[in-house]
C-alpha cells in the first residue's frame, strides 16, 4: 500500500510539472486552457504570442485585443507579401486560417504586460500624440478610428521599430500617416512609442450616480 502511494504521489507532481511547462511553452491563460480547436488554430503562433496573444520577450508584439478585421489584413499583407516580414512563418498562413486566428487573438483579454518607458519620452510623446495622433488613435490608443491598431501599452520595442519604419520607408503609410509624420524627427517617434507604451490598456468605466 506505502509503494502504490508513493508511485500515485509522484506521478501526481510528474503531471503537475507537465501542466507548468505546457503553460509554459504553449501561453495558457489563467483563465484555463483553451480548447482544443483554438490550441490547434494558434499552434504555428505559440512560440512567440501564446494562445493568449501576449508577445513573450521585447520586440514582439501583443495581438490580443485588436480589431478583428486589422488582425486580418495584417495576416493578408503578410502572406501577400505587401508587409515586410522576418518570419518565414507568416507567409505561410493557411488561407483558411487567417479568419480563424483574427477572431481568435481579437477575442483574447490577457494583461499586456507593462515595458519600461522613460517619463522625459513618455511626456514629450503626448504633446505628439495629441498634435498628430489623436484622431485616429482615440483615447489614448485605448481606441481607433480610420481602421488604426490599439496602441495602448503595446510593446515598446515593437513600437519603436515600427513607428520609424514608416520613416524609413520600410513600411508603407496608410491612410492620413504621411500628413501625421510631416517633419516628426526620430525623437518625436520614439517618444510617441514611449507614451502609448505606457498608458494602461483598460481603464474602468464608472458610471456616475445621478
Partial sequence: MAKNSSTR???????????????????STASGVLGAESTEITRNCN?????????????LPHLNGQPEH???????????????????????????????????????????PK?????????????VHLKRCA???VDNGRDSDKEAPLMAAQDLN???????????GVRKFPFLMDGAYKDLTDDDLT?????????????????RRR
Fill in 158 to 168: 515593437y513600437l519603436i521599430e515600427q513607428t520609424l519604419a514608416f520613416k524609413t
Fill in 9 to 27: 504521489s509522484v506521478g501526481k507532481a510528474c503531471f503537475g510539472t507537465w501542466l507548468v511547462t505546457a503553460a509554459l511553452l504553449f501561453g
Fill in 115 to 127: 515595458s519600461a518607458t522613460n517619463p522625459e519620452f513618455v511626456a514629450r510623446g503626448e504633446t
Fill in 70 to 112: 486589422l488582425l486580418t489584413s495584417m495576416i493578408n499583407a503578410f502572406r501577400q507579401g505587401t508587409r515586410p516580414t522576418k518570419v518565414k512563418m507568416h507567409r505561410d498562413i493557411p488561407d483558411a486560417d487567417v479568419t480563424p486566428l483574427a477572431k481568435h487573438y481579437s477575442q483574447q483579454k490577457a494583461q499586456r
Fill in 135 to 137: 484622431d485616429c488613435h
Fill in 191 to 207: 517618444a510617441a512609442a514611449h507614451f502609448f507604451a505606457a498608458q494602461e490598456q483598460e481603464i474602468p468605466k464608472k458610471r
Fill in 47 to 59: 512560440e512567440c504570442h501564446g494562445t493568449d496573444g501576449l508577445g513573450f520577450k521585447p520586440g
